[in-house]
């Protein structure tokens, strides 16, 4: 019985350590993408090789003319609207699957808000598709790597991004790849977009169908119940609180020992033990 249960939990250790292997060398672990949106700039090659937010960074850093902290705020942070929106694609199915990480899959089917990836280096491993929290919140990330002040705006249906320079506001959407502009070129804030709601209609006119941009209109015009989010640098997004967060972190970092463990306590259980009289146990 003792060596029966050995030879079991080696090979569920073998088998959890040969899936999680699977998902890091081979594109089992990608979750699954959704092709581009009829308006969307969406650059394969360029999402092929951004795996992580330092070579997103170093993607707009590799268009720009000199340092991005050195550089205006607004022309760094078109340079960085400009990789993200270049980089995603619209999707909802940004979650872990069994070889991705084999734990949150399993908590997954208990609790599921714990299924979707909220680390921001995981969702660009994995795949380009994503919904508009996570793509601004990865424009808020490099937007902190560029020593722009940033945070996120709920708006209640919608979700993008703000970032402060020149003493103001600016909201990026990279989700809808839209900036409300005003009559003299400059990029407005939510507040402030919210009451032109002409300037916002013709913003988002073409980015979906017309009942999408109606719908965007009136999430715009409902600022009671906005809600601006600022984030510490290396925190994860979640509209439920840091828990969910802390819980992707830790499943992350037990992918492999959870299995060694598996591995080590089984042949500990299927080593020969000894009677009184020395002789081997069978």
Not at 94 to 102: C, E, G, V
Not at 214 to 242: A, M, R
Request: hydrophobic share 40%.
């Amino acid at each position: 019985m003792r060596r029966t249960a050995g030879l079991v939990l080696v090979l569920a250790g073998a088998i959890l350590l040969a899936v999680s292997l699977a998902g890091d060398l081979t594109v089992a672990g990608r979750y699954v993408n959704l092709p581009p949106r009829s308006w969307e700039r969406f650059d394969p090659a360029l999402a092929s090789r951004t795996s992580d937010l330092e070579s997103m960074y170093q993607a707009a850093q590799g268009r720009a003319s000199r340092n991005l902290r050195e550089m205006p705020p607004q022309e760094t942070m078109d340079l960085l609207y400009g990789v993200v929106s270049d980089r995603f694609t619209h999707g909802d199915r940004a979650t872990y699957n069994l070889f991705s990480n084999w734990i949150l899959w399993a908590v997954g089917t208990v609790s599921p808000r714990h299924r979707y990836i909220q680390d921001a280096d995981a969702l660009l491993r994995n795949g380009h598709s994503a919904m508009c929290g996570e793509t601004s919140y990865i424009l808020l990330r490099l937007a902190g790597m560029a020593g722009i002040p940033s945070r996120h705006v709920l708006l209640n249906g919608h979700i993008i991004m703000e970032a402060r320079y020149s003493d103001r506001w600016h909201a990026y959407d990279p989700d809808f790849e839209v900036l409300v502009r005003d009559e003299n070129g400059e990029i407005l804030s939510v507040a402030e977009a919210a009451g032109q709601p002409d300037l916002l209609r013709r913003a988002y006119l073409g980015h979906g169908p017309s009942t999408q941009t109606e719908s965007v209109l009136t999430i715009y015009k409902n600022t009671g119940d906005d809600l601006y989010v600022s984030y510490p640098p290396k925190s994860f997004f979640s509209p439920v609180g840091h828990w969910p967060g802390r819980v992707e972190q830790a499943a992350r970092l037990a992918r492999y020992p959870v299995p060694a463990a598996l591995i080590a306590a089984g042949a500990l259980l299927t080593r020969p033990g000894r009677t009184r009289k020395g002789r081997p146990r069978r």
